[in-house]
């Protein structure tokens, strides 16, 4: 059963930076694409990040210039850089992952930005 694992949460400052980190159970090459999304409490689940099988890279436009998305293929990691923090990224992020045609999510983890 494919896993992944995310790490990295916690609470910020305004403008403070953090770090998530995806543990995947398999080779990332095994996902057709992987990514962050994440869900403010009452609204929908968004997207924040994806990175597909051969390296190409989305930033939506919402945090495009300060979350950056890289992986490791070596240790089978997704990471998602955030900077420039703001309230409103206040959030439980995912990490995703496309195995065989179907979405495989982790537990999520709570990001919190105070002003």
């Known amino acids: 059963q494919v896993q992944l694992m995310e790490s990295g949460g916690g609470s910020v400052q305004t403008g403070g930076s953090l770090r998530l980190s995806c543990a995947a159970s398999?080779?990332?090459?095994?996902?057709?694409?992987m990514g962050w999304y994440r869900q403010a409490a009452g609204k929908q689940r968004e997207l924040v990040a994806t990175?597909?099988?051969?390296?190409?890279?989305y930033i939506p436009n919402s945090v495009k210039g300060r979350f950056t998305v890289s992986r490791d293929t070596n240790e089978n990691m997704l990471y998602l850089e955030m900077n420039s923090l703001k309230p409103e990224d206040t959030a439980v992020y995912y990490c995703?992952?496309?195995?065989?045609?179907?979405?495989?999510w982790g537990q999520g983890t709570q990001v919190t930005v105070s002003s």
């Open positions: 995703n992952a496309i195995y065989k045609g179907s979405p495989v």
């Open positions: 398999e080779s990332l090459f095994s996902f057709s694409a």
């Open positions: 990175v597909t099988n051969n390296g190409l890279k």
